[in-house]
Nanobody
Framework: VQLQASGGGLVQAGESLRLSCVASGSGFSINTMDWYRQAPGKQRERVAT???????NYADFVKGRFTITRDNAENTVFLQMNSLEPEDTAVYYC???????????????WGQGTQVTVSS
């Protein structure tokens, strides 16, 4: 499974960005999809999670501002980020856990990251 994230960029505080992450490959079925982020000098932290049926969960610091969605047919996860703040500046990574073939245990896969920079 290969993940390609896109949509990052430089915006001003209060503006919006929409991140996308597409999973490609063959013989897999994606279970949960997540967005993480890592700011300079900080540990990577989870931003949002969406299950295959569409149940979502958010970190407290993004509730009400970010929305995670997915398109199961296209193996794609999105992160709509509104009201961005300078503290949201980070590299954003997508992660999926996927079932490969007949393996009953899912495997985690990470995308390469996309930079989000929010200026004040």
């Amino acid at each position: 499974v290969q993940l390609q994230a896109s949509g990052g960029g430089l915006v001003q505080a209060g503006e919006s960005l929409r991140l996308s992450c597409v999973a490609s490959g063959s013989g897999f079925s994606i279970n949960t999809m997540d967005w993480y982020r890592q700011a300079p000098g900080k540990q990577r932290e989870r931003v949002a999670t969406i299950t295959r049926p569409g149940t979502t969960n958010y970190a407290d610091f993004v509730k009400g501002r970010f929305t995670i969605t997915r398109d199961n047919a296209e193996n794609t996860v999105f992160l709509q980020m509104n009201s961005l703040e300078p503290e949201d500046t980070a590299v954003y990574y997508c992660k999926v856990d996927a079932f490969i073939g007949r393996n009953p245990y899912p495997t985690d896969y990470w995308g390469q990251g996309t930079q989000v920079t929010v200026s004040s």
